[in-house]
């Protein structure tokens, strides 16, 4: 039996009658959207991607107070808005924004054997079945790459799959306050309900037939 504290966003959910002998166990529980978007700007508008990536690592590379919305709008200040409506913003234009508020923005040919090495997060622009993206790479190993995707949230690229979708270039943003402990060097794996339960719940040494099995339904 499952009873849930209130249905919000987050919740105390207890589990009850689950395991023999445990009681009620309550699990703090946060949705499962809303956990593939920590420490992830989600994008709002189709044309968005690049403002919502650039805002990502304002906010949790440079601790800056910025938003998607307020990002998007000193961008609309030095783009066409009717181009960016069109086909999205650039990375010439997001480098004038960084540019403009006093940081450096700069972008780099460079492959992925060399991608392993950068030790800061790097926006990059992928090509999705036609479909051209931004997304913020966070880390990169032999076989993985670790993304903070505006339109999906947290998620893990194979290599090949990367490799065959980047064009090669990497958007750097240096300057003032950035902390080189940020929360985006480390990503951890994005979140399935298994992944959420276990280690929470107790577990108990109990005979299978205390969960209704038969001795028949062991094979």
């Known amino acids: 039996m499952v009873f849930y504290a209130s249905p919000t966003y987050s919740a105390d959910i207890g589990f009850g009658n689950v395991i023999p002998g445990a009681g009620v166990v309550h699990l703090s529980m946060h949705s499962m959207k809303g956990m593939h978007f920590i420490h992830v700007v989600r994008q709002e508008d189709d044309f968005s991607c690049g403002a919502a990536s650039l805002a990502t690592i304002l906010k949790y590379g440079f601790n800056l107070p910025v938003t998607e919305d307020s990002v998007m709008k000193g961008l609309f200040h030095i783009s066409d808005p009717a181009v960016v409506r069109k086909i999205g913003f650039s990375l010439l234009d997001l480098k004038n924004?960084?540019?403009?508020?006093?940081?450096?923005?700069q972008g780099y040919e460079i492959n992925v054997e060399q991608l392993q090495h950068v030790n800061i997060p790097?926006?990059?622009l992928l090509?999705?079945?036609?479909y051209k993206h931004f997304v913020v790479v966070?880390?990169?190993t032999a076989a993985q790459v670790y993304m903070a995707d505006?339109?999906?949230g947290n998620r893990i690229m194979g290599i090949k799959e990367f490799k065959k979708d980047w064009n090669g270039i990497v958007f750097a943003i240096f300057g003032k306050n950035y902390d080189p402990h940020n929360v985006l060097l480390t990503p951890s794996e994005p979140p399935s309900a298994l992944r959420v339960l276990?280690?929470?719940?107790?577990?108990l040494k109990v005979p299978v037939v205390h969960f209704g099995f038969n001795q028949a339904s062991h094979f």
């Open 138 to 140: 966070e880390k990169v």
């Open 150 to 152: 505006p339109m999906l």
């Open 122 to 124: 790097v926006i990059v």
């Open 198 to 203: 276990r280690g929470q719940l107790p577990v």
């Open 127 to 130: 090509n999705l079945g036609g």
């Open 97 to 105: 924004y960084v540019d403009n508020i006093g940081l450096k923005g």
